[in-house]
Nanobody, 123 residues
């Protein structure tokens, strides 16, 4: 599976941004998909994950209520809608796919990773 993340950029505090991750290769709907992020000088952290059908989603406490993960299996693409952005959301955002990933957001459960897209939230 190859993953291509896009949609990053510069946004003001309180604004919104939508990230996309397009997948190619093996059956997209067979994978749990997730978003992670890495801020400068910090470790990569879990943001959100969505199950294979799109019926279940999980979020980190830091983004719950502001971010929404979704997927379109017909388009082999999944998304991260980010609202009410804060400067602390500034990071490189990575999309990932895991054949057997669970709901705890553990990075080692993901088999494939996209290249990352930078989101900068200005104060």
């Amino acid at each position: 599976v190859q993953l291509q993340a896009s949609g990053g950029g510069l946004v003001q505090t309180g604004g919104s941004q939508r990230l996309s991750c397009a997948a190619s290769g093996r059956s997209f709907s067979s994978y749990v998909m997730g978003w992670f992020r890495q801020a400068p000088g910090k470790e990569r952290e879990f943001v959100a994950t969505i199950n294979r059908s799109g019926s279940s989603t999980y979020y980190s406490d830091s983004v719950k209520g502001r971010f929404t993960i979704s997927r379109d299996n017909a388009k082999n693409t999944f998304y991260l809608q980010m609202n009410s952005l804060k400067p602390e959301d500034t990071a490189v955002y990575y999309c990932a796919a895991g054949a057997a990933a669970g709901t705890r957001g553990l990075s080692w459960e993901y088999d494939y990773w996209g290249q990352g897209t930078l989101v900068t939230v200005s104060s």
